[in-house]
């Protein structure tokens, strides 16, 4: 499906097969010199076919186009290695650019997993159906990095780069001030709660996620471009909606420690999750890394607020009320 937003200015709707986002919202803007392509979805036959089509539709030149990805994950970066072209830019973020440079792979955070109680014998199978091992770029072209503040102008419209840490370390939007839209990426999500995870000590992307919407609360906008679902025309008001959910989560959690110490893995199954199954145990591989990943991320978040500790005993951490 392809919808015209404003002059020049169009989504592309890109199927995420097997996915419960559904599908990936790609942004076209058109100009007589270059064009801009925003996020790409995953590097998987079908989003490919969408994205072709979609672009010839639009009569877009991939040789006279650039791309900027708003994050790392495979959904929004999986396909530029397929779509970009020799006179191609494309624009990312330093954070994860690094990432990528150190080139660790999946080993950290499987080591991390396990000491969060992640249960060894699941966790190959797991990483096998993730979507981001699954359908990542098959290979990564040269990144063009932009920092917080930065520019870029693509017609009628003149972006300014916004560092909005959280959903992922170096996740970036767009901010067009004077046409006052907002390109979120996975930042603010309409009907759909972006997943924030934690895979290392170093992070406390929660915490980090509330300070960036914070810096976004204040910007004057009139429509959110979001990378899934609905466009979203009062981000104040989801701003609010999001921050409370995320309390209610860090309630939750602490209510289920009231119990006893319990692994990052113990909480998370007793979580509750937005999600058509019976049991914990029935979990989609690839759901119940997410879940983990959010229920650490929560963790990490009352630790570092000092309302939890935590302690290893054997090789696993766990969590207690402080």
Aim: with cysteine.
């Amino acid at each position: 499906m392809i919808e015209a937003i404003r002059s020049d200015l169009f989504r592309i709707e890109v199927p995420l097969p097997d996915s419960p986002l559904k599908a990936l919202n790609s942004y076209v803007i058109r100009s007589s010199q270059r064009n801009l392509i925003i996020d790409t979805g995953l590097n998987h036959d079908v989003c490919y076919e969408a994205m072709q089509a979609g672009l010839q539709q639009l009569d877009i030149d991939l040789a006279r186009t650039d791309f900027f990805i708003t994050h790392l994950h495979a959904d929004h970066f999986g396909l530029i290695s397929k779509l970009n072209t020799e006179m191609s830019l494309i624009y990312f973020n330093r954070p994860e650019a690094e990432i990528i440079e150190v080139q660790s792979g999946w080993e950290p955070m499987i080591a991390y997993a396990a000491q969060n109680g992640f249960p060894k014998n699941e966790l190959r199978s797991t990483i096998e159906q993730h979507p981001g091992h699954k359908f990542s770029s098959e290979w990564v072209p040269e990144l063009n990095i932009l920092q917080d503040g930065d520019t870029i102008h693509i017609g009628a419209y003149h972006f300014k780069c916004v560092a909005t840490s959280g959903h992922s370390m170096g996740h970036m939007c767009l901010y067009e001030p004077t046409q006052k839209i907002f390109v979120a990426g996975d930042h603010i999500l309409i009907d759909i709660t972006p997943n924030i995870q934690c895979w290392s000590d170093a992070q406390n992307p929660l915490g980090r996620y509330f300070d960036s919407l914070d810096r976004v609360y204040d910007l004057e906008v009139d429509l959110v471009l979001p990378g899934h679902r609905r466009l979203i025309t009062d981000h104040r008001a989801r701003i609010i909606q999001l921050k409370v959910h995320h309390k209610k989560r860090l309630g939750e959690i602490l209510d289920i420690l009231g119990s006893g110490d319990m692994s990052a893995f113990e909480v998370a199954s007793k979580m509750s999750w937005d999600i058509n199954c019976d049991s914990w145990e029935v979990f989609p591989p690839a759901q119940k890394w997410f879940a983990v990943g959010e229920a650490i991320a929560h963790l990490r978040y009352l630790e570092a607020k000092g309302r939890i500790t935590r302690r290893i005993k054997g090789n696993l951490f766990r969590f207690a009320i402080n």
